[in-house]
C-alpha cells in the first residue's frame, strides 16, 4: 500500500511535469495548475474571495496554487493505493484529472484553441502510463511466481504471496522521480524563456514627453513625516489586483486595441504606436481597489502618461448618454479574459479617463497592464482600470454584465471617501510627548477638503493637510498628539468637496466598497 501511493504520487509528478513542459511550449496558461487555478478563481463567490484576499494578500494566487498541488498529492497518493489492487483503475483515475485540466484549459476566456487541451492529456498519459508500469512491478511477483526464482532474492527476504520486483521497481520508480525533476526544469526555463518578445518590446518603448503634462507635484503635497505613505507610489510598492495566476506579456509591436459596439459610427482599431503619435496627457491619479478594507493597503498614488479615452472616443463617432448617445456602458477586454464595465458618461464627462501607456516615468511594468490600461479617476478599479486591454465595446448595462458583476460586486462604483492612518502602526509604543499621527486620505474627482483626528472620545480636531495635488489624487495629513502614558484609541475621518463628512457605518467590501473609520490602538509608555 504505501509503495502503491508512492507510485500515485511519482505518477502524479510526471504527469504534472511533462503537462508544464508541453505547456510551455503550447501556452503557460494551458498548464493544469494555472488552468484549474485561475478555474477556481472564477468559480469562487465574491464574499470568499474577499476573505482569500484579507487573510492572504497579494499571496492569494501562491497560496491557491498551493492548496491545488497539496489536494492533487492527497488523491495521487489514493489513487497509487487503489491501484495495486484495482491497477486499470488507476490509470483512469489519472486520465479522469487529465480530462478535467484539459476542460479547465479551453474553457478559460483567454483560450482561443482546443490545443489548450493538449498539456493536460500529454501529461496525464505519460502520467498513466508510468502508474501501470510501476504498480505492475509491485505485483509482478504475484502474477508470475518464477520472477521471484528467477532472481534468487525475493525468495529468500519476502513471503511469496507478498513478492515484487523490487529491483525494476526501485530504478524505475527512482528514473521517473530523476527525469520528471529534469522534464519539470526544463519546463520552467522555457516559461521563463518566453515572452522575450514582450520583454524586448516594452525596453525599445521611448514615452514621449506629454503634450499636456502634470503640473508639478506643489511643494506642500509632501508632508515631512517618518512612516506616512510616500505621495507617489514607486511602481515596485504599487499594489496589485487581479485575477491573473500568469502575468501576461505581451508583444507591444504586436499589440492591437479594438474601439466598436453600439452607436460606434467609426469602429477603429488602434497599434501601440498610433497611441504613441497622440497627444499624451499626463496626470496624477490615485488608483483604488473595491477590496481595500478599513485603513487596508490597496491604494497607490502615479503619475500616468497616456491617450485620453474621451478624444478616442469622440473620433470613432461615440456620444455619451447624455447626448443621445445609444450606449451607457464600456466594456474594456484585456488579453486574459477579464472584462470590466465603466460608464460612459464618466469617461466622456471631462475628468482625465485615459489609456495609459506610462507610470511614473517607464512604460506600464508587466504588472501594472503593459503595454496599454486604462485609468480613470474617481473609480474602482475594478470597473475602470483594465490592465492588458485589447478591446473596447459600447454597449449597455441592461445588456452585459463583466466579470465582477456576475460574482456580486455593483455595476458601478465611486470611489468612498476614505482616510488612513499610516503611522503609529496598531499597538505600537510610543513615549510621551509629541507623536505625530499622519496618513492619507482620498476621495478621487470630488477631492479632500478636511481630515480630523479623535483621541479615544475626545472632540474631533482638524489635522494639517498637505497641499492638493489634484482632486484626483489623495493627500497627506498629519497631527500632533500630545501623548500622555496609557492605551489610546486613535480614528480617522476625512470630508471630501462636496461637504460630505465619511461615514462611520461599517460595511463589507463587497459589493461597492468599504466604509468605516480607521481607528488605530496603541499604548504609550
Ligand atoms: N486584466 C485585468 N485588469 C484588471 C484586473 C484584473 O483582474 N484583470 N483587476 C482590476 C482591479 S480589481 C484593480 S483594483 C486594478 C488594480 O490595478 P493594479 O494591479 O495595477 O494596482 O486593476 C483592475 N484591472
Ligand atoms: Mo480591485
Not at 11 to 20: D, R, S
Not at 44 to 64: E, N, Q, S, Y
Not at 335 to 345: K, S
Not at 420 to 426: A, H, M, Q, V
Request: hydrophobic share 45%; aromatic share 6%; glycine share 10%.
Amino acid at each position: 500500500m504505501p509503495l502503491g501511493a508512492l507510485s500515485g504520487v511519482l505518477a502524479g509528478f510526471a504527469a504534472l511535469a511533462v503537462a508544464e513542459v508541453v505547456a510551455a511550449a503550447v501556452r503557460p496558461q494551458a498548464g493544469p495548475v494555472i488552468a484549474v487555478g485561475g478555474a477556481s478563481i472564477d468559480a469562487t463567490p465574491a464574499a470568499v474571495k474577499d476573505w482569500a484576499i484579507r487573510r492572504f494578500g497579494t499571496d492569494d494566487k501562491l497560496v491557491l496554487q498551493l492548496g491545488i498541488l497539496a489536494v492533487l498529492t492527497v488523491l495521487a497518493l489514493v489513487l497509487g493505493a487503489l491501484a495495486v489492487r484495482f491497477r486499470r483503475l488507476g490509470a483512469a483515475g489519472v486520465l479522469l484529472f487529465g480530462a478535467v485540466g484539459a476542460a479547465a484549459a479551453v474553457s478559460r476566456p483567454d483560450s482561443t484553441s482546443f490545443t489548450d487541451a493538449v498539456p493536460s492529456v500529454v501529461g496525464a498519459v505519460v502520467g498513466a502510463l508510468l502508474l501501470h508500469v510501476l504498480v505492475g512491478r509491485l505485483t509482478s511477483a504475484r502474477r508470475s511466481p518464477a520472477s521471484g526464482a528467477a532472481t534468487g532474492e525475493a525468495g529468500d527476504r519476502l513471503p511469496p504471496a507478498a513478492g515484487w520486483d523490487r529491483r525494476g521497481f526501485v530504478l524505475a520508480a527512482a528514473s521517473a522521480a530523476a527525469a520528471s525533476a529534469a522534464v519539470g526544469a526544463v519546463g520552467r526555463s522555457l516559461t521563463a524563456s518566453r515572452g522575450q518578445d514582450a520583454v524586448a518590446s516594452r525596453r525599445t518603448v521611448v514615452l514621449p514627453s506629454p503634450g499636456s503634462p502634470a503640473q508639478p507635484v506643489p511643494r506642500g503635497a509632501r508632508l515631512r513625516v517618518r512612516g506616512i505613505s510616500p505621495f507617489i507610489t514607486p511602481n515596485a510598492d504599487f499594489y496589485r489586483v487581479d485575477t491573473a495566476l500568469v502575468v501576461p506579456k505581451v508583444d507591444a509591436t504586436a499589440w492591437r486595441l479594438r474601439i466598436h459596439g453600439e452607436g460606434v459610427q467609426r469602429p477603429g482599431t488602434y497599434t501601440f504606436d498610433d497611441l504613441l503619435r497622440r497627444e499624451l496627457i499626463e496626470r496624477d491619479i490615485t488608483l483604488t481597489c473595491v477590496s481595500n478594507e478599513v485603513g487596508g493597503p490597496y491604494a497607490g498614488n502615479a503619475r500616468w502618461i497616456g491617450v485620453r479615452l474621451a478624444d478616442l472616443l469622440a473620433e470613432c463617432g461615440v456620444e455619451p448618454p447624455s447626448r443621445g448617445g445609444p450606449a451607457d456602458q464600456l466594456v474594456s477586454r484585456s488579453v486574459d479574459g477579464m472584462t470590466i464595465g465603466t460608464p460612459v458618461e464618466d469617461v466622456m464627462d471631462g475628468r482625465d479617463a485615459m489609456l495609459a501607456l506610462g507610470m511614473n516615468g517607464e512604460p506600464l511594468p508587466f504588472d501594472h497592464g503593459f503595454p496599454v490600461r486604462m485609468v480613470v479617476p474617481g473609480l474602482y478599479g475594478f470597473v475602470s482600470a483594465c490592465k492588458w486591454i485589447k478591446d473596447i465595446e459600447l454597449t449597455s448595462f441592461d445588456s452585459y454584465d463583466p466579470y465582477w458583476v456576475k460574482r456580486g460586486w455593483a455595476r458601478k462604483a465611486p470611489v468612498k471617501t476614505s482616510s488612513r492612518i499610516d503611522t503609529p502602526k496598531p499597538f505600537a509604543r510610543p513615549k510621551t510627548g509629541t507623536v505625530m499621527v499622519a496618513g492619507v486620505a482620498w476621495a478621487q474627482h470630488r477631492g479632500i477638503d478636511k481630515v480630523e483626528v479623535r483621541i479615544d472620545d475626545g472632540p474631533w480636531r482638524q489635522a494639517d493637510l498637505g497641499a492638493e495635488d489634484t482632486r484626483d489624487t489623495w493627500r497627506q495629513w498629519s497631527f500632533p498628539w500630545q501623548a500622555t502614558t496609557g492605551g489610546h484609541t486613535l480614528t480617522v475621518r476625512a470630508t471630501d468637496r462636496t461637504g460630505a463628512v465619511q461615514t462611520d457605518r461599517r460595511a463589507r467590501t463587497v459589493p461597492d466598497g468599504a466604509t468605516g473609520w480607521h481607528s488605530v490602538v496603541v499604548t504609550v509608555d
